[in-house]
Every structure is written in structure tokens, then in C-alpha cells.
């Protein structure tokens, strides 16, 4: 079982530079996640999604983008890479909402670095 | 300020021996509370999730307790081994979330011959 998988683990951008980070999972769960975790802080939410084609912010969203045209991806997208956006990203996926209970997986992390 | 407070931020333990770390919360209205382990360069993994009605719940050497009074959970490891080296992590979730976990800082456990 693949479960929730990133791409790549580590990249390093230069500043003004954009890129995009690829999740996929194959648990055919509606909901899908991105956090970013800094050293010593609790994860942050960018943004989720709650089904193909639904998308809502979380509490960090400012220089991302994402989109969800499939219940598989949920790429996230940076534009202008700045130096405060050097973290770790991690994508999740759960089933049905946190609210009812149930799991939520994450993948590796993707460790980014903006020079 | 942060809704998940954890303590105590990072502990050195040797092997074979218990602890417990400590998670107070202000996360309301309350819906269901986890902990997860996360090693170092990978993503978290759940350990348990308890709801308002769940006062205990374990997993192997894992042992987790919700008082949902005092806004108060625990998680304790038992006989600790050389693989619970990794971060602890209190998750709360509020029952309006709709994507939201609330997530601690977490408990950076070492464990030592």
C-alpha cells in the first residue's frame, strides 16, 4: 500500500523561483491536506480540500496555491519562493472530516529550502 | 497563543523505563483528541485518537488518558525502547472543524542505552 506519497523529499529553490509539490494518495479518501512544520512550531494548515474540485484555505495560505482536479492529487504550488517559506511540507489525507474521528494519514515531507 | 500546550518539550530516558508526556488544551468546542509519533525526516503516525467519552486507550506500549474537565491528556510509555526515539505530538480537533487539526508543538523523546 502506497498510502499518501510526495514528491520530491528535498529541494532547494532560489529566491523568485516557483515550483510545485506533488501529493497523491491512493486510499480514495475525499479529504486532503497541506501543512507546513517549522523547527519547534506544531504544524500549520496552507490549505485543504474536502473533495475534487473544493479547495479552502487554512491558517498559513499567503504564496501558495493548490488545486484538486482528481480525488487522487493535491499538488500545492509556490510562487515567488521566499526565504519564509523555507520548511518542511507534509500532505494528509483523511477519509471523512477530523471532526468524525477518523484517520489521517501523512506522507514523507517534502524538506524545501529557498536561497 | 498556541490552543495545544506540550510538555515537557524534550526528555532523555533509558531504555526500559516508563514516562509521560503531558498535553493541556483551550481547543473548544471539543471533539476528539490524538497523538501521533513522528522519526525524525518522516510524517507523523497516528499512536490513538479518544473522543469526549474515552478516558483511556492503548496502543501496545502506548497508553494514553483524556480528561476532557480539565482540558488534560497523557501519554504513557511503557518500557520504553531504543525506537521510541522519535517527536510526540498532541492533536486536537474542534467539532466545527472541517479540516482543521489543531496541532502541539510536540515532545522530542530520547531514549538511551
Known amino acids: 500500500n502506497a498510502g499518501v506519497t510526495q514528491t520530491p523529499k528535498f529541494r532547494i529553490l532560489k529566491i523568485g523561483q516557483s515550483m510545485t509539490l506533488q501529493c497523491t494518495q491512493d486510499?480514495?479518501?475525499?479529504?486532503m491536506y497541506w501543512y507546513r512544520q517549522d523547527p519547534g512550531m506544531g504544524l500549520k494548515l496552507i490549505y485543504y480540500?474536502?473533495?475534487?474540485?473544493?479547495?479552502d484555505k487554512g491558517e498559513v495560505p499567503n504564496g501558495y496555491n493548490v488545486s484538486r482536479s482528481t480525488t487522487e492529487d493535491f499538488p500545492l504550488r509556490l510562487e515567488l519562493a521566499a526565504p519564509s517559506q523555507t520548511s518542511v511540507y507534509f500532505c494528509?489525507?483523511?477519509?471523512?472530516?477530523?471532526?468524525?474521528?477518523?484517520?489521517?494519514?501523512f506522507g514523507q515531507g517534502t524538506r524545501l529550502t529557498v536561497v | 497563543k498556541n490552543q495545544v500546550e506540550q510538555s515537557p518539550q524534550s526528555l532523555i530516558i533509558l531504555e526500559g523505563k516508563n514516562c509521560t508526556l503531558q498535553?493541556?488544551?483551550?481547543?473548544?468546542?471539543?471533539?476528539?483528541l490524538r497523538w501521533y509519533k513522528q522519526d525524525t525526516g518522516r510524517g507523523p503516525v497516528s499512536l490513538t485518537i479518544m473522543t469526549f467519552s474515552e478516558n483511556t486507550k492503548s496502543n501496545g506500549r502506548y497508553t494514553a488518558t483524556l480528561d476532557a474537565d480539565t482540558k488534560q491528556s497523557s501519554l504513557h510509555i511503557t518500557a520504553s525502547q531504543l525506537s521510541d526515539s522519535a517527536s510526540y505530538i498532541c492533536?486536537?480537533?474542534?467539532?466545527?472543524?472541517?479540516?482543521?487539526?489543531?496541532f502541539g508543538a510536540g515532545t522530542q523523546v530520547v531514549v538511551t542505552p
Open positions: 492533536v486536537v480537533v474542534r467539532t466545527d472543524s472541517w479540516g482543521k487539526f489543531q
Open positions: 498535553c493541556n488544551y483551550t481547543v473548544s468546542p471539543f471533539s476528539n
Open positions: 486510499m480514495n479518501h475525499n479529504y
Open positions: 480540500s474536502v473533495g475534487a474540485g473544493i479547495t
Open positions: 494528509a489525507s483523511s477519509y471523512t472530516g477530523p471532526q468524525r474521528g477518523t484517520e489521517a494519514f
